[in-house]
């Protein structure tokens, strides 16, 4: 089946704009994560959904950061205002999730949207 | 809060021979799980091996194993027969429930596979 989907690929936006990242994820996974990989670091973890809602938003790092989430189908992770210390590559994850407290196994990654503020 | 380790940030290792990756983190929880990722250069994050704490048995991938010691927390990637396509970044990371299911990644290793 299809993988998890990011839209745009490569980003490159003016200081001071605002973005929106989509993310598609795998059919059925109710589990939807942001991540932010900065140039040569690891993944750092901005939000978790369940469904449609957010019970860990700990990680963003602003409140220019913001994601919505329909049902269990797409996201959108915007970013107001944006400033240069936000490029970095958005990546976003499924996974499938029992209901309960059952740990969400292992997360399937979109290949990124690559951000770049000028 | 969790924390992950990875100490070496680049390694490399001839065509055919084999590397062992390290991987130490640092919780006070007794369930959980930890991963290995592969980032090539597309940036597509590929799920390698993962290993659930409460088992003792170290898990097999093909040439991909683990070392999991739960008691120095430690959890190293032994890649077997490298290859050309095994060159990436490796991630390593640690999941749990009361973690609220987010992964706590380290900063990667650098590998590089050389013919």
């Known amino acids: 089946g299809a993988g998890v989907s990011q839209s745009p690929s490569n980003k490159v936006t003016e200081k001071g704009k605002d973005v929106e990242l989509r993310c598609d994820p795998i059919s059925g996974h109710t589990a939807l994560y942001w991540y932010r990989q900065r140039l040569g670091q690891g993944l750092e973890f901005l939000i978790y959904f369940q469904g449609n809602s957010a019970p860990d938003k700990s990680g963003l790092p602003s409140d220019r950061f913001s994601a919505e989430r329909t049902g269990e189908s797409v996201s959108t992770l915007t970013i107001q205002r944006t400033q240069q210390e936000d490029s970095a590559v958005y990546l976003c994850?499924?996974?499938?999730?029992?209901?309960?407290?059952?740990?969400?196994?292992?997360?399937?990654f979109g290949p990124g949207t690559r951000l770049t503020v000028t | 809060a969790q924390t992950v380790t990875q100490s070496q940030p680049e390694m490399s290792v001839q065509e055919a021979e084999t590397v062992t990756l390290s991987c130490t983190y640092d919780?006070?929880?007794?369930?959980?799980?930890l991963f290995w990722y592969k980032q090539p250069p597309s940036r597509q994050m590929i799920l390698v091996i993962r290993?659930?704490?409460?088992?003792?048995q170290n898990a097999t991938e093909n040439r991909f194993s683990v070392n999991f010691q739960k008691a120095a927390k430690s959890f190293s990637l032994k890649i077997s027969d490298s290859q050309l396509g095994d060159t990436a970044m490796y991630f390593c990371a640690f999941g749990s429930a009361t973690s609220g299911s987010r992964l706590t990644f380290g900063e990667g290793t650098q590998l590089t596979v050389n013919p």
């Open positions: 290993q659930e704490a409460y088992k003792q």
């Open positions: 919780t006070s929880e007794n369930n959980y799980y």
């Open positions: 994850a499924s996974s499938h999730r029992t209901s309960g407290s059952r740990f969400s196994y292992e997360q399937y």
